[in-house]
């Protein structure tokens, strides 16, 4: 069988696709092609605190496979000792907790007091907040984004978007961190 220029350029998932509806062949699983690691993300650690275990996990595992170093916090108290001991790059942060996890303690822990305390430390005063949250995303942005966070992801979009919002943020944080080239310009 002769093989054409257009049979050779066809992707993955129209094959598969085709698969489907060809007399008794079995489909082979679409491979998802790898996301290019860019050399920015390479060592930068990424907090993620959610009380979600699936959203947790599932964050933790696109993080990492996309060349971060992913750590992972289930309530506030956790995640000011993880942010105080790794000091992450960038956090990825829960806008509200359940009362059972948000006062497991004496302190009612949501997205915003663990902001708060962040501030309160100077090495962490400057890590970007990236909050995560399912509820209305204009008013959660609007909400997120006057407390003081960098962005907003809204839980149902994409993971690959939270990916696009990391990266962008954490090159957002490196421009502020940089130094002026020629201070008297």
């Known amino acids: 069988m002769k093989t054409t220029a257009l049979a050779e350029t066809r992707s993955d998932p129209v094959r598969w696709l085709r698969g489907l509806f060809a007399p008794g062949a079995r489909p082979a699983a679409i491979q998802p092609a790898p996301e290019p690691e860019s050399a920015s993300t390479k ?21 990492e496979s996309s060349g971060f170093k992913a750590i992972a916090a289930k309530d506030g108290s956790e995640a000011i000792q993880l942010a105080r001991q790794k000091k992450p ?25 663990i902001m708060s305390w962040m501030r309160r430390f100077d090495g962490l005063k ?39 919002i990391v990266n962008s943020t954490l090159a957002r944080s490196e421009l502020r961190r940089e130094p002026a080239l020629n201070p008297s310009i």
């Open 43 to 63: 060592g930068q650690t990424i907090l993620v605190v959610d009380d979600d275990p699936v959203f947790l996990r599932a964050t933790v595992m696109k993080l």
């Open 89 to 113: 790059d960038l956090l990825v942060l829960d806008m509200h907790f359940p009362p059972d996890v948000a006062s497991g303690g004496s302190v009612p822990w949501d997205g915003f007091r």
């Open 126 to 164: 400057q890590i970007p907040i990236v909050i995560a949250s399912v509820g209305d995303p204009v008013e959660n942005t609007r909400l997120a984004i006057s407390a003081g966070a960098a962005a907003f992801f809204h839980k149902q979009m994409n993971p690959t978007q939270l990916i696009a």
